[in-house]
């Protein structure tokens, strides 16, 4: 995973204390979206396709007997809801190979809307991004404190909570990061300027 964007030492997570975290997003308690294509299948699935942890499963875990409250509200984004803190966790759907070309590599009208949604109800909102590849964030990256690139995490949600709550984060972009796919393709040395270049990576804790 790679951390984006850390504004205010949004992350790490505190551990214990009477706070309230909120998730919402289509890919929160998705199993099949947070594994992506080639997975069972070849084109990947949704919802439980295998045994494994989705990010809420693992929330749950990582902040019983902590006095943390969790709530879920899933793509129902619009409800009467408030929280210290916001988790949305979306992004692409599982494909592979040809069927998931893209010519605007686009964030996605229903991630938009659920992500605005929930930062719009909370004091402090992160953003994970599942995705096979770099997305066009621009528009989401000031609606939120810390945005993380989880790529495609696989079955073990812990993973990602343990990140959050103090783990820290290592990973670097393997890849340019592009404003708009206008750039595409783009490259180091290129002399265009990605919205995170190669190599890019935030390691705050």
């Given at each position: 995973m790679v951390l984006l964007k850390n504004t205010g030492g949004a992350l790490p997570l505190p551990k214990t204390g009477a706070y309230k975290i909120v998730v919402g997003g289509k890919s929160a308690d998705n199993l099949g979206y947070q594994m992506g294509g080639w997975s069972i299948t070849w084109q990947?699935?949704?919802?439980?396709t295998t045994t494994g942890t989705?990010?809420?499963?693992?929330?749950?875990?990582?902040?019983?007997?902590?006095?943390?409250?969790l709530q879920n509200v899933g793509t129902r984004t619009k409800g009467h809801y408030t929280g210290d803190v916001g988790i949305w966790v979306g992004g692409e759907?599982?494909?592979?190979?040809?069927?998931?070309d893209s010519s605007t590599l686009a964030f996605g009208t229903d991630n938009s809307t659920q992500l605005s949604d929930l930062c719009a109800r909370v004091t402090t909102c992160i953003a994970i991004l599942y995705s096979g590849r770099p997305v066009v964030i621009g528009d989401q990256l000031p609606?939120?404190?810390?945005?993380?690139?989880?790529?495609l995490p696989g079955t073990e949600g812990l993973g990602i909570t343990d990140a959050l709550f103090g783990g820290g984060f290592t990973g670097k972009l393997p890849v340019s990061w592009p404003t708009a796919v206008t750039q595409e393709p783009i490259n180091t040395?290129?002399?265009?300027?990605?919205?995170?270049?190669?190599?890019?990576?935030?390691?705050p804790f």
């Open positions: 990947g699935g949704s919802g439980a989705t990010f809420w499963s693992a929330i749950q875990q990582a902040t019983a007997g902590t006095g943390i409250t759907t599982p494909y592979a190979e040809g069927q998931g609606k939120v404190k810390a945005f993380v690139a989880a790529w040395g290129d002399g265009k300027t990605p919205l995170f270049p190669l190599g890019y990576g935030i390691t």
